[in-house]
């Protein structure tokens, strides 16, 4: 009689193989994008990152809220320009895709501290480009 893992075996290896065929492929590792530069990700497809509003708790201060960053993009696809904005912590979750590749949010950097101002020139979102 034999064995009935070797029933199952071809349908493991069969899912194992479609679960892999399905990876997104990362084309860009995480990376940092500044304010107002212009970054082309294909011929048809670049954004900017417009404008930033930091409203976390910043580092020596009690907060009730977390708060949160939003991020205005300009999106340029295929010679449409999309204005669009993106949360910090929404877009952790929800990620939000342009041209077949998902714009996955992981951080905004530097984080907050209490009492001290941030140039705008060292803000810099931290963020991943991913081909669906």
């Not at 417009?50 to 340029?76: K, L, T, Y």
């Not at 696809?77 to 342009?98: A, C, K, Q």
Request: proline share 7%; glycine share 8%.
């Amino acid at each position: 009689m034999r064995n009935p893992l070797f029933k199952s075996l071809p349908l493991l290896i069969f899912f194992i193989s479609t679960a892999m065929s399905c990876e997104k492929e990362d084309i860009e590792p995480l990376n940092q994008y500044r304010i107002g530069v212009e970054y082309s990700i294909t011929p048809d497809l670049s954004f900017t990152v417009e404008n930033i509003g930091d409203s976390r708790c910043p580092e020596g201060v009690v907060c009730v809220w977390e708060g949160d960053v939003h991020m205005d993009f300009i999106i340029i696809e295929g010679g449409n320009t999309i204005d669009t904005t993106m949360n910090l912590n929404y877009h952790r979750n929800y990620p939000s895709v342009f041209g077949g590749y998902t714009f996955e949010i992981q951080n905004v950097i530097p984080y907050p501290k209490y009492g001290e101002e941030v140039d705008p020139d060292d803000i810099r979102v931290v963020m991943g480009l991913i081909k669906q």
